[in-house]
T-cell receptor, first 117, second 115 residues
């Protein structure tokens, strides 16, 4: 199957700082990438959908100015949590879809655990 | 309305027991896809199975089996002879678009297998 990586796997930051999380599709071109957030003992909640070269579409209740998503290439999307606060501490998972052929489904990354002190 | 319902929040079984995780879904589409994922404590989602709406044949993979019944909109997952390594959170998911759009996770069932 297709491989999606995330970096970093864990990050701890101070309140008020910004954190960037990278999501890469390693062996296919991802026309669409998705960002999910998962709080402890809860399910994954979709935050936003991004298509390469376009602005991301955010789900209701997700602040687009706080969670900046950039999908500048077919293999890389980044999520920047700006001015992070403790309530942003969560597990962030990205997924990627190639949009055609055998990659026309969603492949998940391993996740990034963010802790904001 | 919840698209995917996993009524069992937590289940505990003793090792070697069989356990069934329930999943009920809701969709008006005639073409859709159902998934099961395992999420161990590390957090990484492990893909277990995908089933499309036109394939109601039950599937067995080792100790895992899945029962898809369109008549009851259910896609249940059974682990036979459970092992401690099966302890994880299991998510059922529905996709109305194979590319990932319109993808809905259930709330998950936390399975603990007691040695």
């Amino acid at each position: 199957g297709a491989v999606v990586s995330q970096h970093p796997s864990r990050v701890i930051c101070k309140s008020g700082t910004s954190v960037k999380i990278e999501c890469r599709s390693l062996d296919f071109q991802a026309t669409t990438m998705f960002w999910y957030r998962q709080f402890p003992k809860q399910s994954l909640m979709l935050m936003a959908t991004s298509n390469e070269g376009s602005k991301a579409t955010y789900e209701q209740g997700v602040e687009k100015d706080k969670f900046l998503i950039n999908h500048a290439s077919l293999t890389l999307s980044t999520l920047t949590v700006t001015s992070a606060h403790p309530e942003d501490s969560s597990f962030y998972i990205c997924s990627a879809s190639g949009g055609a052929g055998v990659y026309n489904e969603q492949f998940f990354g391993p996740g990034t655990r963010l802790t904001v002190l | 309305a919840q698209k995917v319902t996993q009524a069992q929040t937590e289940i505990s079984v003793v090792e070697k027991e069989d356990v069934t995780l329930d999943c009920v879904y809701e969709t008006r589409d005639t073409t859709y896809y159902l998934f099961w994922y395992k999420q161990p404590p590390s957090g990484e989602l492990v893909f277990l199975i995908r089933r499309n709406s036109f394939d109601e044949q039950n599937e067995i993979s080792g100790r895992y089996s899945w029962n898809f019944q369109k008549s009851t909109s259910s896609f249940n997952f059974t682990i036979t002879a459970s092992q401690v390594v099966d302890s994880a959170v299991y998510f059922c998911a529905l996709s109305e678009d194979i590319s990932g759009n319109q993808f809905y996770f259930g709330t998950g069932t936390s399975l603990t297998v007691i040695p």
